[in-house]
């Protein structure tokens, strides 16, 4: 850098300079929110509200009011946990379809260390969250290591947790769920944390907490730190990042075990609410966790999306999944609904993203 | 830059060799990369350009012969220790991530952060600040720092990434065929950014299939063909005609015209185009 300080610029640069501002100076502030990852699904969350919020058939408007707000915020938010872990891993350019499955395996560990070996519930919990850190360890390591797509390698895992939860759970309950005694020790202040509600006549669970603070935690790793810069350069172009010392398998790696370790806090959170958790909890989820990433503007080849956008993808979810309800639709229409919101959300968002590009040429 | 001042060259290899196995990379290869000047390394596919730049940049260790970096003997133990040294590579490919913003990639792998341990963040308003600085000094006025590299043209994309290397302290910037991908125009912006990076008194190495585009930029030229030392000549000494007659034989001189007609159109590489249609007029005695 010392060489670069005393060289005037030499004369060509100014009028190569003058088109470049020219160019620029058309970027209007609308062209700059379309740019926005998250813009596409906040329209769309709008709009679901409002179709909802018209449909609704209960006495009172019960999807406007504060308790219907609950409803969603509570089908929302684990949703919203994952989808965000999700989104950063699909910004740094991979799958992972174990994270569904993951829930269940958590809550049926935890279960299991507090039932089996009367494991104290925190000690329980971090038996938890250290074994889908490793998980997530595996499954990064095979991922960076094999050169396979993150795809195959995570179906495996899925199939293989898919398994062990039920195999496991029926060999040692002779059941297909683990029950969890709310007298267990330390299970008070764990279900405090993890399972209760909080604002007292609506009881909007702590879960919704969890997804704010995630959300801000990640929107503030993905922008404003440096490993969010590697998050971005992986899922981007992992050889150029390669090429300026950014350690891609060691970004990746760690993308997976904050996927693994959020679908470890979801199931805990779900052990602890429900006082148990069944064998076949999360089969399935993977697919609403990849949908609201999507829709909130992650690219499926990886270098873009955001956290909120994410987050907001979940609300939809949410919103479609009790406006349903209160509509009184058959349920079997939700499925429906979130495959064509998962169409139009894809198309508007790489149309308004490649309209947003071209206006800059 | 002031060492290569008193003649002593930024970068020098001696009768280098390099081999794999029974396969001969390079043998016996010579050349001087001095200050404020450009070197091209010319020659066809499987000439050995890889291989030279891959000793250079510390990927290989050479197997016999000598490198010096300001005189001073050296053996690379890997790319880190090349780029600690001053050698910075720009490739054509893989020199920036096309879906990030121009500061996030100027800075990528080496970011400025505020605050300590968990708590440390990104020097964004520093970032964006030095970016501008650094690629003004390119002749780039960034008005919008968070504008996607991908919205860049190809040759403003090599510029990001040679204005990068400069400011991470390269003395050697190793160019690997940034032109081969572009178009004429966009060839000419970034032939542009190699004079500017010479002017600046960076050594540039210039690598490249195309000797109209090494001839109006280069101060010298190292021809190399199947591994060894085709000639090494200062641009006194050759021509481009020479150069195009050395790499293809001479036919493709009526193709270069065609181009020069082309290049001639766009003013900003006119200039160059009246250059290069000056040394094709001279009447030339090529050295063999």
């Given at each position: 850098?010392?060489v670069?300080?005393?060289?005037?610029v030499?004369s060509?640069a100014?009028r190569q300079?003058?088109?470049?501002?020219?160019?620029l100076?058309?970027?209007s502030?609308v062209?700059?929110?379309?740019?926005?990852?998250?813009?596409g699904?906040?329209?769309?969350?709008?709009?679901?509200?409002l179709l909802f919020?018209?449909?609704?058939?209960?006495?009172?408007h019960?999807?406007t009011?504060?308790?219907?707000m609950?409803?969603?915020?509570d089908?929302a938010?684990?949703?919203?946990?994952m989808a965000?872990?999700?989104a950063?891993?699909?910004?740094?350019?991979e799958?992972?379809l174990?994270?569904?499955?993951m829930?269940?395996?958590s809550?049926?560990l935890l279960?299991?260390m507090i039932?089996?070996?009367?494991?104290?519930?925190?000690?329980?919990i971090?038996v938890?969250?250290?074994f889908?850190?490793?998980?997530?360890?595996i499954?990064g390591f095979?991922?960076?290591?094999?050169?396979l797509?993150s795809?195959?390698?995570t179906?495996?895992?899925?199939f293989v947790?898919?398994?062990?939860?039920?195999g496991v759970?029926l060999f040692?309950t002779?059941n297909?769920?683990f029950?969890?005694?709310?007298?267990?020790?330390?299970f008070a202040g764990?279900?405090?944390?993890?399972?209760?509600?909080f604002?007292a006549?609506?009881?909007f669970?702590d879960a919704l907490?969890w997804?704010?603070?995630?959300?801000v935690?990640a929107t503030?790793?993905?922008t404003?730190?440096t490993f969010g810069?590697?998050?971005?350069a992986?899922g981007?172009?992992?050889n150029a990042?390669r090429?300026?010392g950014?350690?891609v398998?060691?970004?990746k790696?760690?993308?997976?075990m904050?996927?693994a370790?959020s679908?470890?806090?979801?199931g805990?959170?779900?052990a602890?609410?429900?006082?148990?958790?069944?064998?076949?909890?999360?089969?399935?989820?993977?697919?609403?966790y990849?949908?609201?990433?999507?829709?909130g503007?992650?690219?499926l080849?990886?270098?873009?999306?955001?956290?909120?956008g994410?987050?907001?993808?979940?609300l939809?979810?949410g919103?479609?999944?009790?406006?349903?309800?209160?509509?009184n639709?058959?349920?079997?229409?939700?499925?429906?609904f979130l495959g064509?919101?998962?169409?139009?959300?894809?198309g508007?968002?790489?149309?308004?993203?490649r309209?947003a590009?071209s206006?800059?040429? | 830059?002031t060492d290569?001042?008193?003649g002593?060259?930024?970068l020098?290899?001696?009768?280098?060799?390099?081999?794999?196995?029974?396969v001969?990379?390079l043998?016996?290869?010579?050349?001087?990369?001095?200050?404020?000047?450009?070197?091209c390394?010319l020659?066809?596919?499987?000439?050995?350009?890889?291989?030279?730049?891959k000793?250079?940049?510390?990927?290989?260790?050479h197997?016999e012969?000598?490198f010096?970096?300001?005189?001073k003997p050296?053996?690379f133990g890997?790319?880190?220790?090349?780029?600690?040294a001053g050698?910075?590579?720009?490739?054509?490919d893989?020199?920036?991530?096309?879906?990030m913003?121009?500061?996030?990639?100027?800075f990528?792998?080496?970011e400025?952060?505020?605050?300590f341990?968990p708590?440390?963040m990104?020097?964004?308003r520093?970032?964006k600040?030095?970016m501008?600085?650094?690629?003004?000094?390119?002749?780039?006025?960034v008005?919008?720092?968070?504008q996607?590299?991908?919205?860049?043209s190809g040759?403003e994309?090599?510029?990001?990434?040679?204005?990068?290397?400069?400011?991470?302290?390269?003395?050697v910037l190793?160019?690997?065929?940034?032109?081969?991908?572009?178009?004429?125009?966009?060839?000419?912006?970034?032939?542009?950014?190699?004079?500017?990076?010479?002017e600046?008194?960076?050594?540039?190495i210039?690598?490249?299939?195309?000797?109209?585009?090494a001839?109006?930029?280069?101060d010298r030229f190292?021809?190399?063909n199947?591994?060894?030392?085709?000639g090494?000549?200062a641009?006194?000494?050759?021509?481009?005609?020479a150069?195009?007659?050395?790499?293809?034989g001479?036919e493709?001189?009526?193709?270069?015209?065609?181009?020069?007609e082309?290049m001639a159109?766009?003013?900003?590489?006119?200039?160059?185009?009246h250059e290069m249609?000056d040394?094709?007029?001279?009447?030339?005695?090529?050295d063999?």
């Amino acid at each position: 850098m010392s060489v670069a300080s005393t060289k005037p610029v030499p004369s060509p640069a100014p009028r190569q300079a003058g088109a470049g501002d020219e160019r620029l100076a058309t970027v209007s502030i609308v062209v700059r929110l379309l740019q926005r990852p998250e813009l596409g699904a906040l329209i769309g969350a709008v709009a679901v509200y409002l179709l909802f919020a018209t449909v609704d058939v209960t006495p009172g408007h019960k999807f406007t009011s504060i308790a219907g707000m609950q409803n969603s915020t509570d089908a929302a938010s684990t949703y919203g946990i994952m989808a965000v872990a999700v989104a950063l891993l699909m910004i740094g350019g991979e799958f992972d379809l174990s994270a569904g499955v993951m829930t269940g395996t958590s809550g049926l560990l935890l279960g299991m260390m507090i039932t089996k070996y009367q494991l104290n519930v925190w000690a329980g919990i971090l038996v938890v969250l250290v074994f889908a850190g490793l998980i997530g360890a595996i499954n990064g390591f095979l991922v960076v290591r094999t050169k396979l797509p993150s795809f195959i390698i995570t179906l495996a895992t899925f199939f293989v947790l898919r398994g062990v939860n039920v195999g496991v759970t029926l060999f040692l309950t002779n059941n297909v769920r683990f029950d969890i005694s709310d007298q267990a020790p330390g299970f008070a202040g764990a279900h405090a944390i993890f399972g209760s509600t909080f604002l007292a006549p609506y009881n909007f669970q702590d879960a919704l907490l969890w997804w704010i603070a995630i959300t801000v935690i990640a929107t503030w790793v993905l922008t404003q730190t440096t490993f969010g810069n590697w998050i971005y350069a992986v899922g981007g172009d992992a050889n150029a990042a390669r090429a300026v010392g950014v350690p891609v398998a060691r970004t990746k790696i760690i993308l997976f075990m904050t996927t693994a370790m959020s679908a470890a806090l979801v199931g805990i959170m779900v052990a602890l609410r429900y006082k148990g958790i069944q064998a076949g909890q999360g089969v399935g989820q993977e697919f609403f966790y990849i949908i609201a990433a999507v829709v909130g503007g992650c690219l499926l080849t990886g270098g873009y999306g955001s956290a909120i956008g994410a987050s907001i993808g979940a609300l939809i979810i949410g919103f479609a999944q009790i406006g349903i309800i209160f509509a009184n639709w058959d349920s079997n229409w939700y499925y429906t609904f979130l495959g064509v919101i998962l169409f139009l959300a894809v198309g508007v968002n790489t149309l308004v993203r490649r309209r947003a590009a071209s206006a800059r040429r | 830059m002031t060492d290569s001042a008193n003649g002593v060259p930024l970068l020098e290899v001696r009768h280098v060799s390099k081999y794999f196995g029974s396969v001969i990379a390079l043998k016996d290869i010579s050349m001087q990369v001095r200050a404020g000047e450009v070197t091209c390394v010319l020659g066809d596919n499987g000439a050995g350009k890889s291989s030279l730049i891959k000793i250079l940049s510390g990927v290989h260790p050479h197997d016999e012969g000598e490198f010096l970096i300001e005189g001073k003997p050296v053996n690379f133990g890997g790319p880190r220790e090349a780029r600690a040294a001053g050698i910075s590579v720009v490739f054509q490919d893989l020199a920036t991530v096309p879906l990030m913003s121009i500061w996030r990639n100027f800075f990528l792998g080496s970011e400025p952060t505020i605050g300590f341990g968990p708590a440390s963040m990104l020097d964004t308003r520093f970032a964006k600040r030095v970016m501008r600085e650094e690629m003004h000094k390119m002749g780039i006025d960034v008005r919008d720092p968070n504008q996607t590299v991908g919205t860049l043209s190809g040759g403003e994309r090599q510029a990001v990434a040679i204005a990068r290397a400069v400011y991470f302290g390269a003395k050697v910037l190793i160019l690997d065929e940034p032109t081969s991908a572009l178009g004429v125009r966009q060839s000419g912006i970034v032939l542009k950014y190699v004079i500017q990076a010479r002017e600046r008194g960076l050594g540039v190495i210039f690598i490249t299939h195309n000797p109209h585009h090494a001839y109006p930029v280069g101060d010298r030229f190292v021809l190399l063909n199947r591994g060894r030392l085709m000639g090494s000549y200062a641009k006194n000494e050759t021509s481009l005609a020479a150069l195009t007659q050395m790499m293809a034989g001479g036919e493709e001189l009526e193709r270069l015209s065609r181009e020069l007609e082309k290049m001639a159109t766009d003013p900003e590489t006119a200039q160059l185009a009246h250059e290069m249609a000056d040394e094709v007029k001279r009447p030339e005695h090529p050295d063999r």
